[in-house]
């Protein structure tokens, strides 16, 4: 029997082998295969690209980024101002009043983001947190782009309401603009679990209201979001000290 490479002589059989006959065959299709599936990433990542830069050109973009810059701000001075008890005497950020205290913080905060959601919700979307941006983002509702830039002015907007009431309220003596600290008898985990707890549900609440699928939805969404903040911070408030809850 002649050799030949697609052959292979075994002991007395002879076995005739097509292998690699059939291995060119299917190399061919799986290179093909493989080769479909690079140009439709290529295509997706172009696609994503294309809606990038088509979204940085847009007017609407830029104003629904300015108008979360605007609203947080709004939102932080309206909500921490509450927290600093301009009535009672501050001492340590906390006043004599430590329970009405509580009521009024969430209160605020609830009835501010209800405000700004109304404000400028048809402008944005009135994330006006993180966490909510974040969550529309792997709901896929947002794009990359925008939840980043929503972020970066949730971010300044946050430093310039803060930064303002700063100003303000210099004269207030043990004045710390509602920093965060946790409660005596609360340690470092437990007020990470109430946090993640009193955020999530914060989130759960905007992406049930604003799924478009929902044919049940009635009412108003930005008071059903602003009596969930309030929620929260009735939970977390307690367990910061008296003072606002960090993610929400």
């Known amino acids: 029997v002649e050799f030949h490479p697609s052959l292979l002589l075994l002991k007395k059989d002879v076995i005739f082998q097509v292998k690699d006959i059939f291995l060119n065959k299917e190399g061919g299709e799986r290179g093909g295969g493989g080769e479909r599936r690079r140009r439709r990433t290529k295509r997706r990542r172009r696609r994503r690209k294309n809606i990038m830069a088509s979204e940085l050109k847009k007017k609407a973009f830029w104003r629904a980024v300015v108008a979360e810059f ?38 605020a905060f609830g009835i501010s983001i209800a405000t700004m959601a109304q404000s400028v919700g048809h402008i944005s979307g009135a994330h006006l947190n993180p966490a909510v941006t974040l969550g529309l983002l792997l709901s896929c509702q947002i794009s990359i782009l925008r939840a980043v830039m929503y972020i970066v002015a949730q971010c300044l907007g946050a430093v310039v309401g803060t930064a303002i009431l700063s100003g303000i309220t210099s004269n207030l003596e043990g004045n710390l603009l509602g920093l965060n600290q946790l409660a005596p008898g609360v340690n470092a985990g437990q007020g990470l679990g109430i946090e993640i707890i009193a955020t999530l549900q914060l989130v759960l609440c905007v992406l049930a209201t604003t799924d478009k699928r929902r044919t049940d939805l009635s009412g108003s969404a930005p008071l059903a979001i602003g009596l969930s903040v309030a929620l929260g911070h009735l939970l977390a408030v307690s367990a910061n000290s008296g003072n606002v809850s960090a993610c929400l």
């Open 70 to 107: 605007l609203a947080m701000s709004l939102f932080i001075f309206i909500s921490i101002g509450s927290a600093l008890g301009f009535q009672f005497p501050v001492v340590a950020n906390k006043t004599v009043t430590p329970i009405q205290d509580n009521v009024k913080v969430s209160l």
